[in-house]
């Protein structure tokens, strides 16, 4: 039996229940349930899957650090280790004396407490689409994101890292101390981090995709780190910002040292992005030029908005392709030709503001379900079946993502002939002379789906392959783009931040089964920001106003606002709702960021373009209950939102209020008043 004590920290592994039995602070025991230790999953040429547990050793021979595991039902054996004496440093390693593939491995497998709301006391700071709080495993687990094993073809909302999951850690927190569990892997292979109910209490899934070939062994390259900590979310956090700023991703620089000819001008501006279709006036409707085309009609709205903010603004086109909406990887040319496009852009850039476009991420079309276009020509024409993702069983599946838009195919980015077809669609986009292309819609983070294909140029499994052809596509990408930059749905995930440096962050689709908080922002602020985004998804009812709340949490977060018109120039609630007679208060708005525009050209720019976000200090205001779309259950947010920022040896906390009246806080010991539709900035 292996006993690991520290202070007031112990840890024991049991060889014999084959399990974590023990893991106690200041005496009070965390380990809900005994659970084999590790899990593998190995596959056969035919792509049939054998998963193996501890628990189906039937010798363990216990070491000075662990044990090791052998005489399964295939002809394997696996070492576990356990070092160090808090923090805890896990590894693992396998001997394959099969034909077959160690598909991946997760340990250390461990059931802590229950959550508050399922009869417990602890909850999740759960790195998922920016990062949110969970209490409630039910929840979570009747979302549209329950637990799934991540199996071919991908689906957008695993909780995948590089994807959905932002950062490779995730915490069970307590009453004041929390339990970290950090998966310290300077190549930022493709991991399943996530959490599922088992007997009373959550059993953590901490997964790697070995990327090995038949009969080949494994050894995890990098440890999974397990301690204690004191304090809140923040404080499991500051354990992974410290990893991370001594292991940063290849090319990664804080925002304030970047070079000049990185990050164009305009990215210190902070501009309002307000976005909009051309075509349609919601993702699934007839494609019929809307009064938002031509693309000067919008210019009227674009002036008043500017004029009453004082805000650069950057137009955001969606359905502007003339090829298909959502129909990757053809894009170009624009609807309506390139003469009246540049004629947009060169206007827009006279007024000095900015042109961007949504695009549709590494999919490809086979047909669209909303106009005529496909490109069945020139898949079967090219032999395009072996440049896209394939199975476990080497057949080429049509893909699950959008579609209600398209079908087709996920394409492998890791594949020669993808590569050409990419750049192929991607070329007059890149020369287009626009400031921005949200280039990687539908791929979350960035990331790419999962391909066990036996003739591309990679492990017939997923593995850290992915995450390194990513990060030479994208840099390759940004050489060809110039000073435009580029972005993807939901914030970068952590191996491509330096790729991806303003993207559409999709925070409000985490009210779905927890509580959003800006552990993003956290994390990575100095490196890059991101910009609201579009909210589609938004799990707040649009028969009520919630927009100027949401802008208040993006604008704590030290993100870009965003507006998204209809075509008669009202506001839309959020991209993809089907409520357009609920239109948020344009008034409010408008006057809203207008005083958050002064906020920021006041000074809090210094803090919420680059600066470091560190823990706000407790306060207290009021609140207000706000119904779910999809659970009907109540949300309560605060009617003031605040963080805590840190620059150049100054401390602020920002304020904002997003009611229509003056609310009352208390902070510090202090009593103050944040105006209605407004901000403010103290010193800390």
Not at 175 to 196: A, E, F, S
Not at 489 to 518: M, V
Request: net charge negative; charged share 20%.
């Amino acid at each position: 039996m292996l006993k690991i004590q520290n202070a007031a920290r112990s840890f024991i592994f049991d060889p014999e229940m084959r399990a974590v039995t023990s893991l106690t602070l200041d005496g009070r025991e965390y380990i809900h349930a005994p659970v084999p230790v590790f899990e593998l999953a190995l596959l056969n040429k035919a792509g049939d899957r054998v998963r193996l547990t501890a628990a189906d050793a039937a010798t363990v021979t216990e070491t000075p650090d662990g044990a090791v595991f052998s005489d399964f039902p295939l002809d394997i054996n696996v070492t576990f280790r356990v070092t160090g004496t808090f923090p805890l440093s896990f590894t693992l390693s396998v001997d394959n004396r099969t034909d077959r593939l160690i598909e991946w491995a997760d340990c250390p497998r461990m059931v802590l407490p229950a959550l508050r709301q399922n009869g417990g006391e602890g909850t999740l700071l759960f790195p998922y689409n920016e990062g949110m709080l969970i209490d409630d495993i039910d929840l979570k687990e009747h979302s549209a994101s329950p637990y799934m094993d991540p199996v071919y073809p991908s689906f957008a909302r695993y909780c995948v890292f590089p994807n959905m999951m932002c950062s490779q850690f995730d915490c069970w927190l307590g009453d004041g101390m929390g339990i970290y569990l950090g998966m310290h892997d300077p190549v930022r292979g493709i991991k399943q981090i996530d959490v599922r109910p088992y007997e009373g209490g959550i059993l953590t899934v901490e997964k790697t995709f070995c990327g090995g070939d038949y009969g080949k062994g494994y050894s995890r390259a990098f440890p999974v780190v397990v301690d204690f900590f004191r304090g809140g979310w923040e404080a499991g956090a500051e354990i992974y910002r410290g990893w991370f700023e001594h292991n940063l991703p290849a090319g990664v620089t804080k925002t304030a040292d970047a070079p000049a000819d990185r990050l164009p001008a305009w990215y210190k501006d902070s501009p309002l992005v307000v976005t909009y279709c051309v075509r349609g006036i919601h993702d699934m409707d007839i494609m019929e030029p809307n009064a938002l085309f031509p693309y000067d009609s919008v210019l009227p709205y674009i002036d008043e908005i500017a004029e009453r903010t004082g805000c650069r603004i950057m137009t955001l086109l969606m359905h502007w392709e003339g090829t298909a909406p959502w129909a990757p990887p053809y894009v170009w040319p624009p609807y309506g030709g390139v003469e009246m496009f540049n004629g947009f852009r060169d206007a827009l850039h006279k007024r000095g503001h900015l042109l961007g476009v949504y695009c549709s991420g590494f999919g490809y079309t086979r047909q669209s379900n909303l106009l005529p276009f496909n490109l069945i020509d020139e898949f079967e024409r090219e032999g395009l079946v072996d440049a896209m993702t394939a199975g476990e069983d080497g057949k080429v599946t049509l893909c699950r993502t959008c579609t209600g838009q398209r079908s087709g195919y996920d394409i492998c980015v890791a594949n020669a002939k993808a590569k050409r077809v990419l750049d192929r669609a991607y070329a007059p986009l890149f020369a287009a002379g626009i400031d921005y292309a949200q280039i990687l819609d539908q791929n979350h983070g960035g990331g790419q789906y999962l391909c066990y294909a036996k003739n591309h140029d990679h492990a017939p499994c997923p593995g850290d392959w992915m995450t390194t052809e990513m990060q030479a596509l994208l840099s390759g990408w940004n050489r060809a783009a110039g000073t435009m930059l580029l972005g993807c749905e939901s914030a970068a995930s952590e191996a491509y931040i330096g790729n991806l440096r303003f993207s559409d962050n999709r925070f409000e689709l985490n009210w779905a089964f927890g509580e959003p908080i800006p552990l993003y922002a956290y994390l990575y602020h100095e490196y890059l920001r991101n910009f609201q985004g579009n909210q589609c998804g938004c799990e707040f009812d649009s028969h009520v106003d919630t927009l100027r709340l949401r802008m208040a949490y993006s604008f704590t977060a030290g993100d870009a606002l965003t507006l998204v018109l209809m075509p008669s120039g009202d506001l839309m609630c959020y991209w993809g709702t089907r409520d357009f007679e609920s239109h948020p208060d344009k008034d409010k708005a408008l006057c809203m960021i207008a005083n958050l525009e002064k906020l920021m050209k006041s000074g809090a720019d210094a803090f919420l373009i680059d600066g470091r976000m560190i823990p706000a200090a407790p306060y207290d205001c009021t609140a207000q209950d706000y119904p779910a779309l999809w659970t009907g259950r109540l949300i309560r947010v605060p009617d003031v939102l605040s963080t805590a920022w840190e620059k150049d040896g100054r401390c602020v906390q920002v304020f904002v209020n997003h009611t229509d009246r003056p609310v009352e806080v208390v902070c510090g010991g202090e009593t103050f008043t944040v105006p209605a539709l407004d901000g403010m900035v103290r010193e800390r």
